[in-house]
């Protein structure tokens, strides 16, 4: 449970650490003066996840190469990071409906760190190993630390166990040149800065990196085809609002009949994508799994490979 040399990195060198100027009288501000520089703050955050666009576009990249073998996303962090990480992966089995399988997250500290302050155990580098252990990690799984500071223990742990296995590893982080880009295979950089309330990375540095994981998961699953246009083609469809959103979606990725896509999509068992490919190709519903079945659940190529061709 020794933290490694390489993670002892001194915090007060560490720009997101620092403290900014202009909130050093926060404490004597109105509460308008307090939302007004959280705001003036907030709005340097997408500059600095603009700077990081190739690395994130590398990340969906190498993210759906993976998935597109059978492999995981997996997400590793403490306490904010952790939880961001979290929240990231629950929310991709509802947009997606891919397996809870397919994304994933370790948490320093476990389930109940979610919702409870663990601090301590972001320094436990042996639970780390142990949790990436469990996870058996592959060369066709990713990897991903996520830590402000870039010199969390128990993320760094895990990513290089990870890395030693062959998996594919990815630091997302605030401060350059950090103990945590050092260990994976590249990083992913946001420089935000001084936080309003010194230190408290659950602000600019949270907010770059929800932008971050937005971008990777839903790029990776654009890319794998489970987008079509700009629809949710794979939502889930497990309660009234969400079968008449499907019902929706089908309409628009068709250009056909509300009454016409509510009844392919009972047809086919309330399986969005199978319904779009069922109406847009005009094929029957199992010519439709079929198709999907051969293009991994891509959609459009699904749609394309379904569609009968027109003899002149």
Known sequence: MTQPKSAATDLRILPTEQILASASNLDQMSSLEIARLINREDATVPAAVRRALPQIARAIDVVAEGLRHGGRLIYIGAG??????????SEIPPTFNTSAHTVQYIMAGGPRALGASTEASEDNTSLAVKEMKRRKPT??????????????????????????????????????????????DFAIVTPVGPEVVAGSSRMKAGTAHKMVLNMISTGAMTRLGYVYGNLMVNVWTKNEKLVQRATRIVEQATGTDHDTAARALKNSGNRTPLAVVMVAAGVSRSKAAAALKKTKGHVRQAIALATPIQRS
């Open 80 to 89: 904010t990071s952790g939880r961001l990480g979290a929240l990231d992966a």
């Open 139 to 184: 060369k066709h799984d990713i990897v991903l630390g996520i830590a402000t500071s870039g010199r969390t223990p128990f993320t760094i742990a895990a990513i290089e166990y990870a890395r030693r296995r062959g998996a594919h590893t990815i630091a997302l982080t605030c401060n350059r040149n950090s103990p945590l880009e050092r260990a994976a």
